[in-house]
């Protein structure tokens, strides 16, 4: 039974959350429900999971995690992003009021929602892939997003422990240009399910299995590599939905003889509170020696 629940777990539920933003959507639960409900259901049976077959007993978060995680989770990794779309919104409104432009003509409408999504969930990680990768190798994008890579331990909630300069970034390429295109709300909703729900999986401590969706899924099993406290080890799996790009560009990395040691930064003392890491980035060479 174990088994049947390692490798069926991770299809099953993303499987399902996407099947049910579908069906709530075509019988017109209306955009906030269709998204949120899945998302929701998605995570507790995650959270779920975690208590049931842990990856690591010692990666159970303490009370303050949860506090701090949940302040990331709600103001960076769902409010801002929200607050930066109406502010394009607003921006766009501006710009193309009384213009004669049609956005939709830039995206294919007619397609399959399902195909819709597939094709965002492609395009966004052929550019996100870039900036992930930049975001590691050069020293000012790297200070922002050590913020992420802070945690000594993964688990559900910290998948929204970000900066946001750094999510700001990654709204530029994730959801602004698919805004501008014109794409509908219905497939910006299935592809939040499916961006949202493989997010808590990634940083899960649910010991899952993928199988040969290793090589397609940017998963729990590879994405622990890339919090490895170790640059070498962590310095690739850089897909944000997907591992094909890391698969040809030579970054996939899922070693098979040993699994993932310490997480974390090199400086085992870095800040972990909401406003002492807004600040840490500002003081170079914090993630790597000692305050």
């Known amino acids: 039974m174990k088994r049947i629940v390692q490798y069926g777990a991770y299809p099953v539920i993303l499987l399902g959350s996407v099947w049910g933003n579908l069906r709530l959507m ?23 999971l975690e208590l049931q077959l842990p990856y690591r007993a ?50 294919p409408r007619e397609w399959p929602v399902p195909m819709q999504a597939i094709m965002m969930a492609l395009m966004v990680d052929s ?59 219905t497939v910006l909703s299935l592809y939040f399910v499916f961006y949202a729900v493989n ?30 406290m170790w640059a070498q080890e962590s310095n690739n799996n850089y897909g944000n939905h997907l591992i094909i790009w890391d698969w040809l560009f030579g970054t996939r990395y899922l070693p098979s003889d040993r699994e993932v040691e310490a997480l974390g930064l090199v400086n085992r003392r870095y800040p972990t509170g ?7 980035p500002f003081h170079p060479g914090l993630d790597k020696t000692a305050a």
């Open 199 to 228: 997010g808590f999986f990634q940083h899960s401590n649910v010991d899952v299995k993928l199988g040969w969706l290793n090589y397609l899924m940017s998963g729990p099993e590879l994405h622990r590599w890339h919090h490895s």
């Open 26 to 48: 075509e019988a017109g639960a209306g955009f906030l429900l269709s998204t949120y409900l899945p998302v929701t259901l998605g995570s507790l049976l995650i959270m779920w």
């Open 127 to 185: 550019t996100r892939y870039w900036l992930h990768r930049l975001s590691h190798e050069w020293g000012p994008l790297w200070r922002f997003h050590a913020v992420h890579h802070s945690p000594h331990r993964l688990y559900t909630l910290n998948v929204g422990r970000f900066h946001p300069v750094d999510k700001g970034l990654q709204f530029l390429l994730d959801s602004l240009p698919f805004i501008l295109m014109g794409v509908s709300p």
């Open 58 to 107: 010692s990666w159970k978060p303490s009370g303050k995690d949860v506090v701090e995680d949940s302040a990331f989770l709600a103001l960076v990794h769902v409010l801002w992003p929200k607050l930066l779309a109406v502010g394009v919104a607003f921006l766009l409104f501006d710009i193309w009021n009384g213009q004669d432009w049609s956005t939709f003509a830039w995206w």
């Open 274 to 280: 909401f406003m002492q890491q807004m600040a840490a």
